[in-house]
């Protein structure tokens, strides 16, 4: 079992950046994928990005590509988020999760409970 706990959510404004964190607890954290979703308002919840075990590879969704930059810790048991050049349409309930297999088709074990972003124009 891994626990999942979010943080860094809040109200920023267009072009402001936010860094989320999500701390890991229970199993090796260095055993999983790690991932970042988003959900919007009446939106189907979306892929964000997603880093391997050990931080080699790396996928993003194309609507965050060259914006949002993931990164982990293991020492830490974290992983990060950092999101620049924040945009109205970036804001969602953003979660983390633990999974296996590929990171190019993400398959969430274990979720957090999410933290909002809000962005406005």
């Known amino acids: 079992q891994v626990q999942l706990v979010e943080s860094g959510g809040g109200l920023v404004q267009a072009g402001d950046s936010l860094r989320l964190s999500c701390a890991a607890s229970?199993?090796?954290?260095?055993?999983?994928?790690m991932g970042w979703f988003r959900q919007a308002p009446g939106k189907e919840r979306e892929f964000v990005a997603a880093?391997?075990?050990?931080?080699?590879?790396?996928n993003y969704a194309v609507s965050v590509k060259g914006r949002f930059t993931i990164s982990r810790d293991n020492a830490k048991n974290t992983v990060y988020l950092q999101m620049n050049n924040l945009k109205p349409e970036d804001t969602a309930v953003y979660s983390c999760?633990?999974?296996?297999?590929?990171?190019?088709?993400?398959?969430?074990?274990?979720w957090g409970q999410g933290t909002q972003v809000t962005v406005s124009s």
């Open positions: 880093i391997s075990r050990y931080g080699v590879n790396i």
């Open positions: 229970g199993r090796a954290f260095s055993n999983y994928n």
């Open positions: 999760a633990a999974g296996d297999g590929s990171i190019y088709s993400f398959s969430s074990r274990y």
